[in-house]
Protein backbone atom coordinates (compact mmCIF):
# COMPACT_ATOMS: atom_id res chain seq x y z
CA UNK A 1 0.00 0.00 0.00
CA UNK A 2 1.41 3.56 -0.74
CA UNK A 3 1.29 5.93 1.88
CA UNK A 4 3.30 8.76 0.40
CA UNK A 5 3.77 12.40 1.79
CA UNK A 6 2.20 15.39 0.83
CA UNK A 7 3.43 17.05 -2.35
CA UNK A 8 6.59 18.81 -2.58
CA UNK A 9 7.03 22.44 -1.64
CA UNK A 10 9.70 25.55 -2.05
CA UNK A 11 11.02 24.52 0.78
CA UNK A 12 11.72 20.86 0.25
CA UNK A 13 15.01 19.04 -0.53
CA UNK A 14 14.43 15.55 -2.31
CA UNK A 15 16.87 13.10 -1.90
CA UNK A 16 16.81 10.22 -4.40
CA UNK A 17 18.27 6.36 -4.48
CA UNK A 18 18.55 4.76 -8.39
CA UNK A 19 18.34 1.00 -8.40
CA UNK A 20 15.17 0.01 -7.02
CA UNK A 21 14.07 3.74 -6.23
CA UNK A 22 14.24 5.54 -10.00
CA UNK A 23 14.68 2.18 -11.86
CA UNK A 24 13.51 -0.94 -11.64
CA UNK A 25 15.93 -3.53 -10.36
CA UNK A 26 17.88 -5.62 -13.16
CA UNK A 27 19.42 -8.89 -12.98
CA UNK A 28 22.71 -7.17 -13.52
CA UNK A 29 23.38 -3.44 -12.60
CA UNK A 30 24.64 -2.71 -16.74
CA UNK A 31 21.09 -4.41 -17.51
CA UNK A 32 18.79 -1.73 -15.93
CA UNK A 33 16.51 -0.36 -18.33
CA UNK A 34 15.62 3.97 -17.82
CA UNK A 35 12.72 4.68 -17.94
CA UNK A 36 12.59 7.79 -21.07
CA UNK A 37 10.93 9.77 -18.81
CA UNK A 38 13.23 9.86 -16.14
CA UNK A 39 16.02 12.22 -17.54
CA UNK A 40 13.37 14.73 -18.25
CA UNK A 41 11.20 14.72 -15.31
CA UNK A 42 14.49 14.78 -12.80
CA UNK A 43 15.38 18.31 -14.94
CA UNK A 44 11.92 19.19 -13.93
CA UNK A 45 11.73 18.34 -10.44
CA UNK A 46 15.45 19.86 -9.72
CA UNK A 47 14.21 22.91 -11.48
CA UNK A 48 10.82 23.20 -9.59
CA UNK A 49 13.12 23.10 -5.85
CA UNK A 50 15.77 25.43 -7.56
CA UNK A 51 18.27 23.18 -6.90
CA UNK A 52 17.38 21.43 -3.94
CA UNK A 53 17.35 17.57 -5.36
CA UNK A 54 20.66 15.04 -5.19
CA UNK A 55 20.77 11.41 -6.19
CA UNK A 56 22.34 9.13 -3.10
CA UNK A 57 23.23 5.91 -4.79
CA UNK A 58 25.76 3.03 -4.34
CA UNK A 59 26.80 3.13 -8.11
CA UNK A 60 29.84 4.67 -9.23
CA UNK A 61 29.85 8.00 -10.66
CA UNK A 62 31.36 6.61 -13.85
CA UNK A 63 28.36 3.95 -13.77
CA UNK A 64 25.56 5.93 -13.38
CA UNK A 65 26.22 9.25 -14.96
CA UNK A 66 26.52 8.05 -18.89
CA UNK A 67 22.88 6.33 -17.58
CA UNK A 68 21.33 9.24 -17.14
CA UNK A 69 22.86 11.70 -19.84
CA UNK A 70 22.92 14.91 -19.58
CA UNK A 71 24.03 14.85 -15.76
CA UNK A 72 22.86 18.29 -13.94
CA UNK A 73 22.48 17.34 -10.14
CA UNK A 74 24.32 16.92 -7.20
CA UNK A 75 25.24 13.91 -6.51
CA UNK A 76 26.39 11.29 -3.38
CA UNK A 77 27.58 8.16 -5.14
CA UNK A 78 29.23 4.44 -3.41
CA UNK A 79 26.99 5.44 -0.60
CA UNK A 80 28.27 8.62 -0.11
CA UNK A 81 32.24 7.69 -0.15
CA UNK A 82 31.91 10.07 -3.09
CA UNK A 83 30.13 13.70 -3.20
CA UNK A 84 29.51 15.99 -5.78
CA UNK A 85 28.19 19.52 -3.90
CA UNK A 86 25.57 21.70 -6.05
CA UNK A 87 28.55 23.52 -6.52
CA UNK A 88 30.38 21.06 -8.58
CA UNK A 89 32.93 20.31 -5.75
CA UNK A 90 33.88 16.93 -5.57
CA UNK A 91 34.63 15.19 -1.80
CA UNK A 92 36.40 11.42 -2.09
CA UNK A 93 38.26 9.45 1.11
CA UNK A 94 41.25 7.68 0.48
CA UNK A 95 40.12 3.75 0.51
CA UNK A 96 41.73 1.84 3.03
CA UNK A 97 42.71 -2.09 2.71
CA UNK A 98 39.97 -2.55 -0.40
CA UNK A 99 43.17 -4.51 -2.36
CA UNK A 100 42.25 -7.92 -0.68
CA UNK A 101 38.74 -7.49 -0.66
CA UNK A 102 38.57 -6.76 -4.26
CA UNK A 103 41.25 -10.33 -4.53
CA UNK A 104 39.25 -12.44 -2.66
CA UNK A 105 35.45 -11.48 -4.50
CA UNK A 106 37.46 -12.04 -7.75
CA UNK A 107 38.93 -15.24 -6.61
CA UNK A 108 35.72 -16.72 -6.16
CA UNK A 109 33.88 -15.27 -9.14
CA UNK A 110 36.45 -17.07 -11.04
CA UNK A 111 35.47 -20.42 -9.48
CA UNK A 112 31.78 -19.76 -9.74
CA UNK A 113 29.44 -18.75 -12.66
CA UNK A 114 26.75 -15.94 -12.58
CA UNK A 115 28.65 -13.96 -9.57
CA UNK A 116 29.58 -10.13 -10.24
CA UNK A 117 32.48 -8.23 -9.38
CA UNK A 118 32.03 -4.72 -9.25
CA UNK A 119 35.17 -2.59 -8.16
CA UNK A 120 34.21 0.95 -7.80
CA UNK A 121 36.92 3.61 -6.46
CA UNK A 122 36.09 3.37 -2.58
CA UNK A 123 34.56 -0.28 -2.68
CA UNK A 124 33.74 -3.28 -3.87
CA UNK A 125 30.27 -5.08 -4.78
CA UNK A 126 29.93 -9.05 -4.94
CA UNK A 127 26.69 -9.47 -7.12
CA UNK A 128 24.92 -13.35 -7.10
CA UNK A 129 21.52 -12.23 -8.66
CA UNK A 130 22.41 -14.51 -10.94
CA UNK A 131 23.98 -16.93 -8.54
CA UNK A 132 21.41 -16.87 -5.81
CA UNK A 133 22.41 -20.39 -3.99
CA UNK A 134 26.03 -18.83 -4.07
CA UNK A 135 24.72 -16.24 -1.74
CA UNK A 136 25.91 -17.86 1.65
CA UNK A 137 29.71 -18.33 0.10
CA UNK A 138 29.65 -14.49 -0.78
CA UNK A 139 29.18 -13.27 2.56
CA UNK A 140 31.55 -15.69 4.31
CA UNK A 141 34.17 -15.12 1.39
CA UNK A 142 33.86 -10.98 2.09
CA UNK A 143 33.30 -11.32 5.87
CA UNK A 144 37.08 -13.21 6.04
CA UNK A 145 38.90 -10.69 3.78
CA UNK A 146 37.48 -7.50 6.09
CA UNK A 147 38.19 -9.43 9.32
CA UNK A 148 38.75 -6.39 11.86
CA UNK A 149 39.79 -4.04 9.84
CA UNK A 150 37.73 -0.90 11.33
CA UNK A 151 38.27 1.14 7.91
CA UNK A 152 35.94 -1.14 6.39
CA UNK A 153 32.58 -2.24 6.59
CA UNK A 154 30.51 -4.62 5.01
CA UNK A 155 27.08 -4.31 3.62
CA UNK A 156 24.55 -6.88 2.56
CA UNK A 157 21.65 -5.61 0.27
CA UNK A 158 19.40 -6.61 -2.63
CA UNK A 159 21.33 -9.83 -4.21
CA UNK A 160 24.59 -7.49 -3.64
CA UNK A 161 27.52 -7.74 -0.44
CA UNK A 162 29.36 -4.59 -0.85
CA UNK A 163 32.58 -3.57 1.26
CA UNK A 164 32.89 0.39 1.79
CA UNK A 165 34.49 2.78 4.09
CA UNK A 166 33.57 2.33 7.35
CA UNK A 167 32.83 6.33 8.15
CA UNK A 168 30.83 6.61 5.36
CA UNK A 169 26.84 5.76 4.49
CA UNK A 170 23.92 7.80 2.80
CA UNK A 171 22.58 9.35 5.77
CA UNK A 172 25.99 10.66 6.78
CA UNK A 173 26.04 12.53 2.57
CA UNK A 174 22.26 13.40 2.85
CA UNK A 175 23.36 15.53 6.44
CA UNK A 176 26.45 16.95 4.14
CA UNK A 177 24.06 18.08 1.34
CA UNK A 178 21.56 19.69 4.29
CA UNK A 179 24.54 21.78 5.40
CA UNK A 180 24.66 23.64 2.10
CA UNK A 181 22.90 25.75 0.03
CA UNK A 182 20.36 25.30 -1.83
CA UNK A 183 19.14 21.87 0.70
CA UNK A 184 19.99 24.22 3.96
CA UNK A 185 17.21 24.97 6.12
CA UNK A 186 14.27 22.88 4.14
CA UNK A 187 12.26 19.53 4.75
CA UNK A 188 14.15 16.84 3.59
CA UNK A 189 12.77 14.02 2.06
CA UNK A 190 14.80 10.90 0.89
CA UNK A 191 13.63 7.66 -1.20
CA UNK A 192 15.48 4.17 -1.07
CA UNK A 193 14.52 0.72 -1.23
CA UNK A 194 16.75 -1.28 0.24
CA UNK A 195 18.96 -1.56 3.85
CA UNK A 196 21.78 0.72 2.16
CA UNK A 197 18.99 3.53 2.72
CA UNK A 198 17.63 2.97 6.10
CA UNK A 199 20.63 5.59 7.85
CA UNK A 200 19.43 8.05 5.19
CA UNK A 201 15.48 7.59 6.53
CA UNK A 202 16.72 7.91 9.93
CA UNK A 203 18.63 11.39 9.20
CA UNK A 204 16.16 12.93 7.09
CA UNK A 205 13.37 12.32 9.28
CA UNK A 206 15.63 13.34 12.72
CA UNK A 207 15.66 16.33 10.68
CA UNK A 208 11.78 17.25 10.48
CA UNK A 209 11.33 15.21 6.86
CA UNK A 210 9.76 12.26 5.22
CA UNK A 211 11.47 8.69 4.49
CA UNK A 212 9.79 6.89 1.72
CA UNK A 213 10.42 3.01 1.19
CA UNK A 214 10.38 1.68 -2.03
CA UNK A 215 8.71 -2.03 -2.36
CA UNK A 216 8.55 -4.48 0.11
CA UNK A 217 11.00 -4.81 3.57
CA UNK A 218 10.93 -3.61 6.98
CA UNK A 219 11.94 -0.16 7.50
CA UNK A 220 12.05 2.92 9.94
CA UNK A 221 10.34 4.88 6.82
CA UNK A 222 7.31 6.36 7.78
CA UNK A 223 5.94 6.65 4.22
CA UNK A 224 6.05 3.90 1.51
CA UNK A 225 5.52 3.09 -2.46
CA UNK A 226 4.58 0.33 -3.97
CA UNK A 227 6.73 0.55 -7.08
CA UNK A 228 9.45 2.73 -9.14
CA UNK A 229 6.80 3.49 -11.50
CA UNK A 230 4.62 4.33 -8.57
CA UNK A 231 7.54 6.66 -7.13
CA UNK A 232 7.83 8.04 -10.68
CA UNK A 233 4.34 9.16 -11.10
CA UNK A 234 4.29 10.63 -7.12
CA UNK A 235 7.08 13.19 -8.72
CA UNK A 236 5.31 13.55 -11.66
CA UNK A 237 1.97 14.81 -10.67
CA UNK A 238 4.04 17.41 -8.09
CA UNK A 239 4.97 19.12 -11.09
CA UNK A 240 0.98 18.56 -12.54
CA UNK A 241 -0.17 20.21 -9.55
CA UNK A 242 2.36 23.31 -9.83
CA UNK A 243 1.43 23.57 -13.17
CA UNK A 244 -2.41 23.77 -12.84
CA UNK A 245 -2.25 25.94 -9.66
CA UNK A 246 -3.85 28.75 -10.05
Same mark, same amino acid.
Given at each position: M?T????L ?13 LA?L???P ?5 P ?9 L?E ?6 A?V????R ?6 LS??RW??A??H ?6 S? #? =??? @??E ?7 ? *?A +?R? &?? /?R?E #? =??? @? ?8 H? *?? +??? &?E /????D??E ?11 LH?K ?6 P ?6 L?I ?6 T??A ?8 DD??D??G?GV?Q ?6 I?VG?G????R ?9 R ?7 I?E????
Amino acid at each position: MSTLPRLLTDRSALFLDFDGTLADLALRPDAVVIPRELVPLLDRLHERLHGALALVTGRAREDIEPMLSPWRWPAAFEHGSVRQSSH #G =LFT @EPEPVGLLRVL *RA +ARE &LA /ARHE #G =LLV @EHKRTSVALHF *RL +APA &LE /AACLDTLERAVGNDAHLQLLHGKAVIEVKPSRVNKGLAIEAFMRETPFAGREPLFAGDDVTDEAGFGVVQRLGGAGIKVGAGTSIARHRCASPEALRAWLADNLIQEDTAP
